[in-house]
């Protein structure tokens, strides 16, 4: 593909259907942890080409799906990592709550997550995942989520 991004925009133009798409496809393609390689085909039609997804397809939905968030960068923010537990969201209330570990436990409320997908993030809750966001003040702003591996 010579423009991936422009193809998959003329094949799937619906930015949210599109963006849903990129996230339940990266999910679904391996971290190269438990396996690098996943084919999916058509049982009706096995003779028909096939979708293969390794783990570096997972990097490259990662940039794709970074795209195609709006920048909500102000000066002072810092993009931050957290991992840890799914604990718990409020899709409706626009948040979610990851557990790291430690002495005491700390609790980390992430707010402005109206762009995750209750199909997405419903299955992460008590796992391991690692949230990209923004930390604004005392303040996390959601960016992504994906299971830890």
Known sequence: MADPDKELTSIVPDAQYRAAFLNLTRNLSPSGKTFDRLEVRDASSPG????TLGSETRTGLNGAIRKLK???A?????PT???GTLRALHLDQDWLEI??????VEHIRVEDAGDALD???????NRQVVVSAIK???KYLYRDIELSE
């Open 70 to 72: 709006p920048s909500l």
């Open 99 to 104: 557990s790291k570990t430690g002495d005491p």
């Open 48 to 51: 028909e080409p096939l979708v």
């Open 81 to 83: 990592t957290l991992a």
């Open 119 to 125: 199909d997405v993030v419903g299955p992460m809750v």
């Open 136 to 138: 604004r003040g005392t």
């Open 74 to 78: 102000q000066a002072a923010d810092e």
